[in-house]
């Protein structure tokens, strides 16, 4: 039996720079492709220590779509997360973000089993 004392909770900070650069992204791709929802996708990096998560930064992800699948450019990817870690060596990929108006897809599962 799990002691009374023991929290299955987990703390997460997202720092103001990631909403902006989400936001950001959005709004320009919205612009440039004058598309009503458009659909970006990208990168968070932060720190895990335990059950507590700080999101400090992030960055677009370049996407094809191949056969109507969308597909995360690696050599992209591999380039911006080294020059993140030459400058910030403790952050690390903690997971991604999308945006549109559809809910979880098959496609984000997807995009999930590639990074």
Request: net charge negative.
């Amino acid at each position: 039996m799990a002691s009374s004392s023991a929290t299955g909770s987990v703390t997460v900070a997202i720092h103001p720079l990631v909403i902006m650069n989400i936001s950001e992204h959005w709004t320009r791709v919205r612009t440039q492709d004058k598309v009503q929802n458009p659909r970006v996708l990208g990168a968070l990096i932060g720190m895990q220590k335990g059950r507590n998560v700080e999101i400090f930064n992030s960055f677009e992800l370049q996407c094809d779509v191949v056969d109507g699948n969308i597909v995360i450019n690696r050599d992209y990817y591999n380039a911006k997360e080294e020059q993140f870690k030459q400058v910030f060596k403790d952050l690390d990929f903690l997971g991604w973000y999308t945006t549109g108006d559809l809910a979880e897809t098959e496609d984000d599962m997807k995009v999930h089993r590639q990074v």
